[in-house]
Protein backbone atom coordinates (compact mmCIF):
# COMPACT_ATOMS: atom_id res chain seq x y z
CA UNK A 1 0.00 0.00 0.00
CA UNK A 2 0.93 3.09 -0.55
CA UNK A 3 -0.01 7.10 0.12
CA UNK A 4 1.13 8.40 -3.14
CA UNK A 5 -1.39 10.73 -5.05
CA UNK A 6 -2.00 10.25 -8.50
CA UNK A 7 -3.21 12.93 -10.92
CA UNK A 8 -5.23 12.75 -14.01
CA UNK A 9 -6.60 15.37 -15.83
CA UNK A 10 -10.74 15.64 -17.03
CA UNK A 11 -10.37 16.55 -20.50
CA UNK A 12 -13.18 19.16 -20.28
CA UNK A 13 -14.00 22.83 -19.57
CA UNK A 14 -17.65 22.39 -19.17
CA UNK A 15 -18.37 23.44 -15.93
CA UNK A 16 -21.15 21.12 -15.41
CA UNK A 17 -19.42 18.31 -16.69
CA UNK A 18 -16.77 19.26 -14.09
CA UNK A 19 -19.31 19.15 -11.47
CA UNK A 20 -20.88 15.99 -12.26
CA UNK A 21 -17.05 14.75 -12.76
CA UNK A 22 -15.51 15.66 -9.50
CA UNK A 23 -18.84 14.29 -7.64
CA UNK A 24 -18.60 10.85 -8.65
CA UNK A 25 -14.69 10.25 -9.29
CA UNK A 26 -14.68 10.83 -5.42
CA UNK A 27 -11.53 8.78 -5.36
CA UNK A 28 -9.00 8.82 -2.38
CA UNK A 29 -5.71 8.50 -4.55
CA UNK A 30 -6.57 10.61 -7.44
CA UNK A 31 -6.68 14.06 -7.80
CA UNK A 32 -8.40 15.10 -10.73
CA UNK A 33 -7.49 18.17 -12.63
CA UNK A 34 -9.54 19.86 -15.43
CA UNK A 35 -8.69 21.92 -18.75
CA UNK A 36 -9.31 25.14 -16.01
CA UNK A 37 -6.30 24.05 -14.31
CA UNK A 38 -4.21 25.23 -17.25
CA UNK A 39 -3.48 28.14 -19.49
CA UNK A 40 -3.44 28.31 -23.34
CA UNK A 41 -5.59 25.22 -23.93
CA UNK A 42 -6.14 25.39 -27.56
CA UNK A 43 -9.57 23.95 -28.89
CA UNK A 44 -9.63 20.90 -30.24
CA UNK A 45 -11.30 20.05 -33.47
CA UNK A 46 -13.71 17.05 -32.82
CA UNK A 47 -13.94 15.95 -36.92
CA UNK A 48 -14.30 11.93 -35.99
CA UNK A 49 -17.88 10.46 -37.15
CA UNK A 50 -18.24 8.78 -33.58
CA UNK A 51 -18.21 9.47 -30.00
CA UNK A 52 -15.46 7.03 -29.63
CA UNK A 53 -13.65 9.05 -32.75
CA UNK A 54 -13.70 11.99 -30.76
CA UNK A 55 -13.15 10.97 -27.26
CA UNK A 56 -9.93 9.42 -28.39
CA UNK A 57 -8.74 12.97 -30.27
CA UNK A 58 -9.54 14.80 -27.56
CA UNK A 59 -8.09 12.88 -25.27
CA UNK A 60 -5.01 11.81 -27.48
CA UNK A 61 -4.55 16.54 -27.85
CA UNK A 62 -4.93 16.97 -24.24
CA UNK A 63 -2.45 14.30 -23.61
CA UNK A 64 0.20 15.47 -25.76
CA UNK A 65 -0.04 19.05 -24.20
CA UNK A 66 0.25 18.05 -20.60
CA UNK A 67 1.86 14.41 -20.66
CA UNK A 68 -0.24 13.40 -17.44
CA UNK A 69 -3.07 10.56 -17.70
CA UNK A 70 -6.25 12.08 -19.21
CA UNK A 71 -10.14 11.14 -19.92
CA UNK A 72 -12.01 12.55 -22.48
CA UNK A 73 -15.15 12.46 -23.29
CA UNK A 74 -17.81 12.91 -26.22
CA UNK A 75 -21.69 12.40 -25.56
CA UNK A 76 -24.71 13.28 -27.30
CA UNK A 77 -28.36 12.61 -28.38
CA UNK A 78 -29.37 10.10 -30.72
CA UNK A 79 -33.02 10.67 -31.88
CA UNK A 80 -34.57 7.55 -34.02
CA UNK A 81 -37.32 10.17 -35.66
CA UNK A 82 -34.23 11.98 -36.49
CA UNK A 83 -32.23 9.29 -38.24
CA UNK A 84 -30.06 9.30 -35.20
CA UNK A 85 -29.56 13.19 -35.14
CA UNK A 86 -27.88 15.53 -33.69
CA UNK A 87 -25.46 12.97 -32.24
CA UNK A 88 -22.17 13.54 -32.83
CA UNK A 89 -23.12 17.11 -33.51
CA UNK A 90 -25.54 17.59 -30.51
CA UNK A 91 -23.30 20.60 -28.80
CA UNK A 92 -23.80 22.26 -32.67
CA UNK A 93 -26.51 21.35 -33.56
CA UNK A 94 -28.01 24.63 -34.31
CA UNK A 95 -24.96 25.91 -35.78
CA UNK A 96 -21.48 26.97 -33.79
CA UNK A 97 -21.42 29.26 -30.61
CA UNK A 98 -25.73 28.38 -29.60
CA UNK A 99 -26.67 27.97 -26.85
CA UNK A 100 -28.71 24.83 -25.25
CA UNK A 101 -31.54 26.74 -25.58
CA UNK A 102 -30.68 26.90 -29.39
CA UNK A 103 -30.65 23.39 -29.87
CA UNK A 104 -33.12 22.46 -28.46
CA UNK A 105 -35.73 24.68 -29.34
CA UNK A 106 -34.35 23.72 -33.02
CA UNK A 107 -34.94 20.01 -31.75
CA UNK A 108 -38.27 19.80 -31.00
CA UNK A 109 -39.48 22.00 -34.04
CA UNK A 110 -38.20 18.83 -36.04
CA UNK A 111 -40.18 17.10 -33.81
CA UNK A 112 -43.31 19.12 -33.95
CA UNK A 113 -45.03 16.38 -36.19
CA UNK A 114 -44.03 13.68 -34.28
CA UNK A 115 -46.37 11.38 -32.49
CA UNK A 116 -45.57 10.62 -29.20
CA UNK A 117 -44.58 6.61 -29.39
CA UNK A 118 -42.20 7.76 -32.30
CA UNK A 119 -40.31 9.79 -30.33
CA UNK A 120 -37.67 7.25 -28.82
CA UNK A 121 -34.02 8.67 -28.11
CA UNK A 122 -30.84 7.85 -26.79
CA UNK A 123 -28.22 9.32 -24.89
CA UNK A 124 -24.36 7.94 -25.04
CA UNK A 125 -21.49 9.25 -23.46
CA UNK A 126 -17.88 7.24 -24.33
CA UNK A 127 -14.77 8.50 -21.85
CA UNK A 128 -11.50 7.50 -23.42
CA UNK A 129 -8.76 7.12 -21.07
CA UNK A 130 -5.19 7.94 -22.53
CA UNK A 131 -1.49 7.26 -21.16
CA UNK A 132 1.61 6.35 -21.90
CA UNK A 133 0.26 1.96 -22.69
CA UNK A 134 -2.72 3.23 -24.28
CA UNK A 135 -6.08 4.09 -25.03
CA UNK A 136 -8.85 2.36 -22.65
CA UNK A 137 -13.11 3.46 -23.82
CA UNK A 138 -16.01 3.21 -21.65
CA UNK A 139 -19.28 3.70 -22.84
CA UNK A 140 -22.76 4.76 -20.98
CA UNK A 141 -26.31 4.57 -23.20
CA UNK A 142 -29.26 5.41 -21.71
CA UNK A 143 -32.56 5.03 -23.20
CA UNK A 144 -35.50 7.73 -23.20
CA UNK A 145 -37.96 10.30 -25.20
CA UNK A 146 -38.51 13.58 -26.21
CA UNK A 147 -40.89 15.41 -24.60
CA UNK A 148 -42.75 18.13 -26.16
CA UNK A 149 -41.74 21.12 -24.23
CA UNK A 150 -39.34 22.13 -21.59
CA UNK A 151 -39.27 20.40 -17.96
CA UNK A 152 -37.17 21.04 -15.00
CA UNK A 153 -34.18 23.51 -14.29
CA UNK A 154 -31.64 21.02 -13.11
CA UNK A 155 -28.58 19.75 -15.76
CA UNK A 156 -27.41 21.60 -19.05
CA UNK A 157 -28.13 20.74 -22.88
CA UNK A 158 -30.83 18.72 -24.20
CA UNK A 159 -31.51 17.36 -20.36
CA UNK A 160 -35.24 19.33 -20.46
CA UNK A 161 -36.41 17.63 -23.15
CA UNK A 162 -35.16 14.16 -22.44
CA UNK A 163 -37.72 12.16 -20.60
CA UNK A 164 -37.10 8.94 -18.81
CA UNK A 165 -40.33 6.90 -18.30
CA UNK A 166 -39.20 4.80 -15.70
CA UNK A 167 -38.70 7.57 -13.52
CA UNK A 168 -41.51 9.72 -14.53
CA UNK A 169 -38.94 12.79 -15.19
CA UNK A 170 -36.73 14.23 -17.20
CA UNK A 171 -33.00 14.74 -16.96
CA UNK A 172 -33.44 18.34 -15.95
CA UNK A 173 -35.84 17.11 -12.78
CA UNK A 174 -33.29 15.06 -11.44
CA UNK A 175 -30.87 15.55 -8.49
CA UNK A 176 -27.17 15.21 -9.29
CA UNK A 177 -27.21 12.33 -7.01
CA UNK A 178 -29.97 10.36 -9.39
CA UNK A 179 -28.77 11.62 -12.52
CA UNK A 180 -25.21 10.20 -11.88
CA UNK A 181 -27.13 6.84 -10.78
CA UNK A 182 -28.81 6.72 -14.36
CA UNK A 183 -27.42 8.75 -16.82
CA UNK A 184 -25.10 8.01 -19.80
CA UNK A 185 -22.05 9.75 -18.58
CA UNK A 186 -22.47 8.09 -15.09
CA UNK A 187 -22.83 4.63 -16.32
CA UNK A 188 -19.61 5.29 -18.58
CA UNK A 189 -17.83 6.80 -15.29
CA UNK A 190 -18.63 4.29 -13.01
CA UNK A 191 -16.84 1.85 -15.70
CA UNK A 192 -14.16 4.21 -15.42
CA UNK A 193 -14.23 4.33 -11.71
CA UNK A 194 -14.32 0.64 -11.71
CA UNK A 195 -11.01 0.96 -14.05
CA UNK A 196 -8.93 3.95 -11.85
CA UNK A 197 -9.35 1.91 -8.72
CA UNK A 198 -7.82 -1.16 -10.22
CA UNK A 199 -4.98 0.72 -11.94
CA UNK A 200 -3.86 3.04 -9.12
CA UNK A 201 -4.51 1.07 -5.78
Given amino acids: MTNKKYTVLAGTQNQHKILEIIDFLNLEKIEIKTLNDYKNIPEIEENGHTFKDNAYIK ?5 ELVNIPVFADDSGLRVDALNGEPGVYSARFAGDDVSYLDNNTLLLEKMKDVTQNQRSAEFVSTICYLDKNGAHY ?4 TNGEITNDFRGDQGFGYDPIFYLPESGKTYAELSMEEKNRISHRGKALAQLKIFLEKKFQ
Fill in 59 to 63: AKAYY
Fill in 138 to 141: FTGI
